[in-house]
C-alpha cells in the first residue's frame, strides 16, 4: 500500500469500528418528544447547585487541563490554550437523580469528539475517569464520553459558567444523571479497566441511563 491517506488514520479507523457496533446512538437526538421527560423527573425552571459544599478557588488563569492515560497524545492546556480549540455551541438538558430535569441549556465549549481526535484514544483504552478541583471523581465508558451532544462546557446561557456551576470548565453529558457531568474539570483520564468515581463507589449506579432510571446500583 502507498502513503497513509486519512482515511487509514487510527482515529478515523476507530470511528468506523464505532459506527459498525452502532455506538453513540445513546443521545437524546433521536428520541421523540412524548418520551423527553424520563421516568419519575420533574420538570424545574431554576437551576438548583448541587455538590460536596466546597467551591473549589479555580480562577481562569490558575485552570489548567490534563489528558492523559490510555492516549498517544498526552494534553497540558492552560485556559487560553484550551479556548483557542474549535467551539461549539450545543443546547441539551439536564436530568438530576435527585429527580429534577431542565430543559434547553444553552452550552459552549469543546465537543468531547474534538478532544479525543486531539489526543487519540488507543485501541485498549475503555474508560474515561474524571478528576475534578474539588476532589470529586466520576467514570465513563468511552462511548458514553463520546456522545455526540456531551462538551468541555466554559459557558451557560452566554455567560461564563459560574463558581458554583462548575466554572472555569465542567463537563456536559446530557444522556446520563448529572451526577457524570464533573464540575471544576481539572483532568481527563483514559483508562483500559473501569474504575467507580465518588458517588459510583457509594451506592450510585455505575453508568445512570435516566430514561432506565438507573439511579443506584441494583436498579
Ligand atoms: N466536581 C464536582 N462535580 C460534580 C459534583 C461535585 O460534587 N463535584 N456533583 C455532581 C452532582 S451529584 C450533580 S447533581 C451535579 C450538579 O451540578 P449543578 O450544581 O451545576 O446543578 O454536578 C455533579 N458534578
Ligand atoms: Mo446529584
Redesign the pocket.
Known amino acids: 500500500m502507498a502513503d497513509e491517506t486519512p482515511s487509514d488514520s487510527k482515529l478515523t479507523r476507530t470511528k468506523e469500528k464505532w459506527a459498525r457496533e452502532g455506538r453513540f446512538l445513546t443521545g437524546k437526538v433521536t428520541r421523540p418528544e412524548d418520551q423527553r421527560l424520563p421516568p419519575g423527573q420533574h420538570l424545574t425552571k431554576d ?6 459544599g466546597v467551591v473549589p478557588p479555580v480562577s481562569r488563569e490558575r485552570w489548567r487541563l490534563d489528558v492523559y492515560g490510555a492516549i498517544d497524545n498526552p494534553i497540558f492546556w492552560t485556559y487560553a490554550e484550551f479556548a483557542a480549540q474549535k467551539q461549539e455551541q450545543f443546547t441539551s438538558d ?1 436530568h ?3 429527580t429534577w430535569s431542565r430543559y434547553d441549556n444553552q452550552w459552549e465549549g469543546l465537543a468531547t469528539r474534538e478532544l479525543l481526535a486531539v489526543c487519540q484514544p488507543r485501541e485498549n483504552a475503555r474508560f474515561v475517569v474524571l478528576h ?3 476532589g ?1 471523581t ?1 467514570n465513563l465508558a468511552l462511548e458514553d464520553f463520546a456522545a455526540e451532544d456531551a462538551l468541555l462546557a466554559h459557558s451557560w446561557s452566554g455567560q461564563p459558567l459560574s463558581d ?3 466554572g472555569p470548565v ?1 463537563l456536559v453529558v446530557p444522556h446520563l ?8 474539570l481539572q483532568a481527563i483520564e483514559f483508562v483500559t479497566e473501569d474504575a467507580p468515581g ?2 459510583e463507589v457509594r451506592g450510585y449506579h455505575n453508568r445512570g441511563d435516566p430514561w432506565a432510571e438507573q439511579r443506584y446500583s441494583g436498579d
Open positions: 437551576w438548583p447547585v448541587l455538590d460536596l439536564i438530576c437523580v435527585t475534578s478541583y474539588d470529586y466520576t458554583e456551576h462548575g465542567r444523571y448529572f451526577w457524570k457531568s464533573a464540575k471544576w465518588f458517588w
